[in-house]
């Protein structure tokens, strides 16, 4: 059966839908692409599967027959099946997914990372390493897990550690009676104030200070003279 006779008899529009989105998803994936655009392949990936087993006559996801139709359905989608490394990142795409734990745990890897960290994990390849090594040392227990730097257990340990180091500077600080900021206002004379003011804020903008200090000062009330005594 012809690859356009299959895709209309076997696929709702729907199913076509998303792999016509496969095909535009694939024309903007580059070096910025993100974990997410990459996972977002799977339901196609899913159902190339589908189409490849009946096209090879086989109920298993393997084997030669299957693999060539498999990457014939990709290039009929637009996708380039001689780059190896996009290959390799399907692969993990559809590893992660043909296991709800292993969502889980990628799930529980990026809940406990910070912004930072979480956008600089942009390959499913990567991905993948660090779920397999979670369910590795998962199934030894939670020290071993803990002992594995990616898992969800030390990496919110990693932030409870910084969050801890952070509060104890600022008891620290309230013990010396230190608030942040750069000067005392009741306490420090106006020549270490002004130094301060300049060499932070830098010189123009001391200068607009300067100004508007003279219009707050020209506009504050004018003190009352003191009263003279009696007699």
């Given at each position: 059966?012809?690859?356009?006779?299959?895709?209309?008899?076997?696929?709702?529009?729907?199913?076509?839908?998303?792999?016509?989105?496969?095909?535009?998803?694939?024309?903007?994936?580059?070096?910025?692409?993100?974990?997410?655009?990459?996972?977002?392949?799977?339901?196609?990936?899913?159902?190339?599967?589908?189409?490849?087993?009946?096209?090879?006559?086989?109920?298993?996801p393997a084997g030669r027959g299957?693999?060539?139709?498999?990457?014939?359905?990709?290039?009929?989608?637009?996708?380039?099946?001689?780059?190896?490394?996009?290959?390799?990142?399907?692969?993990?795409?559809m590893w992660l997914n043909e296991d709800p734990e292993r969502l889980?745990?990628?799930?529980?890897?990026?809940?406990?990372?910070?912004?930072?960290?979480?956008?600089?994990?942009?390959?499913?390849?990567?991905?993948?390493?660090?779920?397999?090594?979670?369910?590795?040392?998962?199934?030894?227990?939670?020290?071993?897990?803990?002992?594995?730097?990616?898992?969800?257990?030390?990496?919110?340990?990693?932030?409870?550690?910084?969050?801890?180091?952070?509060?104890?500077?600022?008891?620290?600080?309230?013990?010396?009676?230190?608030?942040?900021?750069?000067?005392?206002?009741?306490?420090?004379?106006?020549?270490?104030?002004?130094?301060?003011?300049?060499?932070?804020?830098?010189?123009?903008?001391?200068?607009?200070?300067?100004?508007?200090?003279?219009?707050?000062?020209?506009?504050?009330?004018?003190?009352?003279?003191?009263?003279?005594?009696?007699?």
């Open positions: 059966m012809a690859i356009e006779d299959i895709k209309r008899t076997d696929l709702t529009q729907n199913e076509r839908d998303v792999l016509a989105a496969d095909t535009e998803r694939w024309k903007h994936m580059g070096a910025g692409a993100h974990l997410q655009d990459w996972l977002n392949f799977y339901t196609g990936l899913d159902i190339r599967r589908r189409l490849a087993m009946r096209l090879a006559h086989t109920n298993q299957y693999n060539e139709m498999f990457s014939t359905l990709m290039r009929e989608d637009g996708i380039d099946t001689a780059d190896k490394s996009a290959m390799t990142a399907f692969t993990a795409v889980t745990i990628l799930r529980e890897i990026l809940n406990a990372m910070t912004p930072g960290q979480r956008a600089r994990l942009n390959s499913p390849i990567s991905a993948r390493q660090r779920v397999e090594g979670v369910l590795k040392a998962r199934a030894k227990g939670e020290a071993a897990e803990a002992k594995v730097k990616d898992s969800p257990v030390a990496l919110l340990r990693a932030q409870v550690a910084e969050k801890d180091r952070e509060i104890a500077t600022l008891k620290a600080k309230l013990a010396k009676g230190e608030d942040g900021s750069l000067f005392d206002l009741a306490r420090d004379n106006v020549e270490d104030i002004a130094r301060t003011i300049v060499g932070n804020v830098g010189v123009n903008k001391a200068r607009s200070l300067h100004h508007s200090l003279g219009q707050a000062i020209a506009a504050a009330p004018k003190p009352k003279p003191p009263k003279r005594p009696a007699g």
